[in-house]
């Protein structure tokens, strides 16, 4: 049974996450917050990356880093501090974790590194300015570290659409917003964080073996087409 380590599976999609991996991996995860159950395969850590300090796990297999936020203002109310903050969360948080396990990593089994961008990266939106930059940095992280980490570590990104959470529930706050977010997509729809999980768990096993160095775009067509 492969060993992997989530950072943030407490909630949104590193919860789904988790869930769709628990039943055939060890897990071991680190958030501020509890997780809420327990399971057999699980272990959990009360852990903030960015302060604490992290414990020996011993050899794993894989990294999912899961935290990220939607810090939605126009540029003349988003102050350095946020930049800052957004910034040290999706990359920052990353680097410490990625550096202080990597050792362990090597050792492991088909070993891999799964984060996450958005697809506000691509697409330009307005209002994301110090979302859309702390996730450009995960991605150059992933091509970087991809390069970097071969043959021996696989590193790769999903850059999901917006997505059915907490965290975007102040987007989806009606029925009305909800709709008209299905019609912005060529596919109608947009991703619930089972679909993200699933894509997750795909691009973690031996199935995706010759990925790497990529950020798959989830993104329900809003990026890739033009109709």
Known sequence: MRTILIVGGSKGIGR????????????INFSRTDIGYT???????????????LPDLGSIDGII?????INLKPLGRLSLEDFKEDFELNVLGAV????HYLKSLKAGENPAILMFSTVAVKLGMPFHASTAVAKAGVEALVKTLGAELAPHVRVNAIAPTITNTDLA???????????????????????????????????????????SGQVI???CGIVSFKL
């Open 96 to 99: 410490n974790v990625i550096q």
């Open 169 to 211: 529930e102040k987007i989806l706050r009606n029925d009305a917003i909800k709709e008209k977010m299905k019609e912005r997509h060529p596919l109608k729809t947009y991703l619930e964080p089972s679909d993200v999980a699933a894509m997750a768990h795909f691009l973690m096993s031996e199935k995706a073996r010759t990925v």
């Open 39 to 53: 399971h057999p395969n699980l272990e959990h850590h009360a852990i903030d990356v960015l302060k604490d300090p």
């Open 16 to 27: 789904a996450t988790l869930a769709e991996m628990i039943e055939t991996h060890k897990i």
């Open 65 to 69: 880093y899961c935290p990220g936020n």
């Open 217 to 219: 775009q989830m993104d």
